[in-house]
């Protein structure tokens, strides 16, 4: 599976950008899918995350903010954020992996895949 993730770039604090990260390769429709992100000087964090049912889990930072979604027919996955705010400057990451029926999906250990990673950076 290869991904390939788009739509970073700047915007003013309060205002949205969507991600998206489309996929390549078999069994998509089985696959947990997630975002990550790592700003300037910290680790990789979790962001969110959508299984094969479409269960959604979300960091405490964003919910409420971001939305994740995921097109099976497109092999894509997406990440709605709104209300963005400087602390969401960060290279952000989309991953693929096998444990698609789990229901808690927020460690990086958990994903075999990763996209190159898109900057988000939020001007205040």
């Known amino acids: 599976v290869q991904l390939q993730a788009s739509g970073g770039g700047l915007v003013q604090a309060g205002g949205s950008l969507r991600l998206s990260c489309a996929a390549s390769g078999r069994s998509f429709n089985n696959y947990a899918l997630a975002w990550f992100r790592q700003a300037p000087g910290k680790e990789r964090d979790f962001v969110a995350s959508i299984n094969r049912v479409r269960k959604t889990g979300y960091a405490d930072s964003v919910k409420g903010r971001f939305t994740i979604s995921r097109d099976n027919a497109e092999k894509a996955v997406y990440l709605q954020m709104n209300s963005l705010e400087p602390e969401d400057t960060a290279v952000y990451y989309c991953?693929?992996?096998?444990?698609?029926?789990?229901?808690?999906?927020?460690?990086?250990?958990?994903?075999?895949?990763w996209g190159q990673g898109t900057l988000v950076t939020v001007s205040s």
């Open positions: 991953a693929a992996g096998p444990y698609g029926s789990s229901w808690s999906l927020d460690r990086d250990s958990q994903y075999t895949y």
